[in-house]
């Protein structure tokens, strides 16, 4: 992590990622922390950021499988959240050039990590607004090669259903089970709201599906993403 004042070099950051930007504004911001600046900080380019992976993620695995989009949402999951994304982060050494303040440089290996996570999501938003979506998209399969062969690689017999992942976590913390309600949508045919309690938390996560299982399903995976149950192993 660097200090607000400090310069470094981000041309091999560039080089890393294959995008020179032509705006340099645009890359300074997705570097700069929300503890630098309430105002000037990378917050909203991780918004962007991460809708514009998840679509990008969502099209590789649409040319890669033919799954259903359940199991899909799940290998997409394991591409955009948690380890995956610090693993990624770290080697485009993230570290050396985000921007943080004074006051947030003690904070715990978890945040840290967040932090990352989050820069890396702001650097694909801000080369999405300096050079387009096929810029963006050639960026990010460069960055996600290594991810995307794993998940052309992973059975889909081997791809374990959300309700199980989330069983099993729960179990294995001594937690009761969680709670599913699913609500037929009003005035709506085959479109249904899935409710899914989380045990010692007042987070109750809602999803749809075109059926009651679907709708069960969503909100199950929903949950894991919730709790970051779904990283890919680096």
């Not at 032509?22 to 911001?29: F, V």
């Not at 963006?136 to 199980?164: C, H, M």
């Not at 069983?167 to 969680?178: C, M, T």
């Not at 749809?208 to 399903?217: Q, V």
Request: contains cysteine.
């Amino acid at each position: 992590m660097v200090s607000q004042s400090s310069k470094p070099d981000k041309s091999k950051l560039e080089q890393a990622i294959g995008y020179r930007f032509k705006d340099s504004r645009l890359l300074d911001l997705a570097l700069t922390h929300k503890s630098v600046s309430k105002e000037n900080n990378n917050d909203r380019l991780e918004f962007l950021g991460d809708a514009i992976l998840g679509f990008l993620m969502a099209k590789e695995l649409y040319k890669q499988r033919a799954d259903t989009s359940g199991r899909m949402s799940l290998l997409r999951s394991s591409l955009v959240k948690g380890q995956n994304l610090t693993r990624i982060a770290r080697t485009l050494q993230l570290d050396l050039y985000l921007q943080t303040g004074p006051s947030w440089r003690s904070r715990d290996s978890k945040a840290w990590a967040r932090a990352l996570e989050d820069a890396l999501e702001a650097l694909i938003g801000a080369v999405y607004l300096d050079g387009g979506i096929e810029a963006t998209d050639k960026a990010v399969f460069r960055l996600f090669a290594r991810s995307l062969r794993r998940a052309g690689q992973t059975s889909s017999k081997g791809l374990k259903n959300p309700q199980a992942i989330l069983q099993e976590h729960l179990q294995a913390k001594g937690a009761v089970l969680p709670q599913y309600t699913v609500k037929a949508a009003s005035g709506q045919q085959n479109l249904y709201f899935g409710f899914c309690g989380l045990p010692d938390s007042p987070v109750t996560v809602i999803a749809c599906g075109a059926s009651k299982s679907a709708a069960r399903y969503a909100a199950a995976l929903t949950a894991i993403d919730y709790l970051g149950l779904v990283d890919q192993d680096s």
